[in-house]
């Protein structure tokens, strides 16, 4: 009897890790690239990055002519002179 308990325990606890685990997965897609209305690309949930100077205000900026500043996994915003 307390076997077959422990048993039962153990699945419902493995069904219960792996849906948690599914779930955090499949949310990774939320912070996905799209255009906005004017052909710029932003990071769904983050439109306040659009161009360089938004972009080099939270992210590093390379030190290459000219100046360029990458969001991890996402584009790369050039300075326009």
Same mark, same amino acid.
């Given at each position: 009897?307390?076997?077959?308990? @422990?048993?039962?325990?153990?699945?419902?606890?493995?069904?219960?890790?792996?849906?948690?685990?599914?779930?955090?997965?499949? @949310?990774?897609?939320?912070?996905?690239?799209?255009?906005?209305?004017?052909?710029?690309?932003?990071?769904?949930?983050?439109?306040?990055?659009?161009?360089?100077?938004?972009?080099?205000?939270?992210?590093?900026? @390379?030190?290459?002519?000219?100046?360029?500043?990458?969001?991890?996994?996402?584009?790369?915003?050039?300075?326009?002179?």
């Amino acid at each position: 009897m307390f076997k077959n308990r @422990r048993i039962l325990i153990f699945i419902i606890a493995t069904v219960i890790i792996f849906s948690t685990i599914t779930i955090l997965f499949m @949310r990774k897609d939320e912070d996905a690239w799209v255009k906005d209305s004017s052909g710029n690309w932003v990071m769904h949930g983050n439109p306040a990055i659009h161009d360089f100077d938004s972009c080099a205000k939270k992210y590093p900026v @390379r030190e290459t002519y000219p100046e360029q500043c990458a969001m991890p996994n996402g584009p790369t915003f050039t300075k326009e002179y």
